[in-house]
């Protein structure tokens, strides 16, 4: 594996370089300050696996440089770290494209996990902040939450609305449903048009009350 780490807090990077390390010893590890140095040290022919990235590093400028360098490495896990929660700024990072968000609050055992689930293909958002986004959304009628038996769904959509808010990517629903990925895409796309909403994190947060008709 080709691991870059980029914070501009030395020893932050050498903190989490050495965790990774753990979990995966044999990767290669390139570590940088800012985004310059992340495109100074990376090749654009290279193949990196992975990008650990904080957010509020030198050289980026918001969501739109994590975008910009997600169409630069495309096949590149992109996970950020970052000292922020604030659910807004989850949301457009995750809009943007990224593989996980993970906040630098988490214990090590947790940010072991987060990595290891972006790097078998799901999108990684720590429950807290779910949480606390619908917990901001939510609380009367009128506020922007939705109660789930209250729409149109077919059985289908229900149980993969159910996948979803466990945090699986939209490969691990096909597998447990016993459907393709491209299927669940369609049923994901129905989701959203039904919610009002463009992306899963956005589907969670709205998202009230029990999925299933079992529940």
């Not at 896990?77 to 609050?105: H, N």
């Not at 990684?124 to 606390?132: C, F, G, I, K």
């Given at each position: ?109 947790e940010i072991l996990i987060a990595l290891k689930n972006v790097m078998g293909g ?72 039904a919610l009002g909403v463009k992306t899963r994190f956005e589907a969670i947060a ?10």
């Amino acid at each position: 594996m080709n691991i870059v780490i980029a914070d501009d807090h030395a020893l932050f990077r050498n903190g989490i370089r050495q965790l990774v390390a753990h979990e995966f010893p044999d990767a290669d590890f390139t570590e940088a300050g800012s985004l310059d140095d992340v495109l100074d040290a990376v090749p654009l022919d290279a193949n990196p696996d992975l990008f650990v990235l904080d957010l509020n590093m030198p050289g980026v400028s918001g969501v739109e440089s994590i975008a910009a360098l997600i169409d630069i490495f495309p096949h590149a896990k992109v996970v950020i770290m970052s000292a922020s929660e604030d659910r807004r700024e989850v949301g457009a990072a995750l809009a943007a494209g990224i593989d996980g968000y993970i906040p630098k609050s988490l214990q090590a055992e947790e940010i072991l996990i987060a990595l290891k689930n972006v790097m078998g293909g799901s999108i990684y958002v720590p429950l807290s902040v779910t949480r606390r986004a619908a917990m901001a959304q939510g609380g009367g009628p009128g506020d922007g939450v939705v109660r789930v038996d209250e729409l149109a769904l077919t059985e289908r959509q229900r149980h993969v609305l159910d996948e979803l808010m466990l945090g699986k990517s939209s490969k691990e629903i096909g597998r447990a449903l016993d459907i393709t990925e491209n299927t669940v895409k369609i049923h994901l796309a129905a989701l959203y048009r039904a919610l009002g909403v463009k992306t899963r994190f956005e589907a969670i947060a709205k998202v009230k009350g029990p999925t299933l008709a079992r529940a």
